[in-house]
């Protein structure tokens, strides 16, 4: 069993920047991809990034070059910096966990979620 818990999100202005965290507990932290995941009103949820055990990484399209996802495997934690934020980026973020295997773009084929935080970008 994973947990998994978000932080850093908050209210930024277009052209900003920030750093959310996902901590993770319970079952060995390098056995899973751990990937990052929006949501905003009305609207399904959405892949954003994904980092994998063996140090491999891959972004959605409307975020790649602006986003930057890492892990720090002696902390658990998994990091997402968020730069050149934009209005449509406002969403609540989801870290999420996974055993490697096909399928990753889709929420359904992720185990363990956290909570969400909250980003919300004004113009």
């Known amino acids: 069993q994973v947990q998994l818990v978000e932080s850093g999100g908050g209210l930024v202005q277009a052209g900003g920047s920030l750093r959310l965290s996902c901590a993770a507990s319970g079952r060995t932290f390098n056995s899973y991809g751990m990937g990052w995941f929006r949501q905003a009103p009305g609207k399904e949820r959405e892949f954003v990034a994904i980092?994998?055990?063996?140090?491999?990484?891959y972004y959605a399209d409307s975020v790649e070059g602006r986003f930057a996802i890492s892990r720090d495997n002696a902390k658990n934690t998994v990091y997402l910096q968020m730069n050149s934020l934009k209005t449509d980026d406002t969403a609540v973020y989801y870290c999420?966990?996974?055993?490697?295997?096909?399928?990753?773009?889709?929420?359904?084929?992720?185990?363990?979620w956290g909570r969400g935080t909250q980003v919300t970008v004004s113009s």
């Open positions: 980092s994998w055990s063996g140090g491999s990484s």
């Open positions: 999420a966990a996974r055993v490697r295997g096909a399928g990753y773009l889709t929420p359904s084929s992720y185990e363990y």
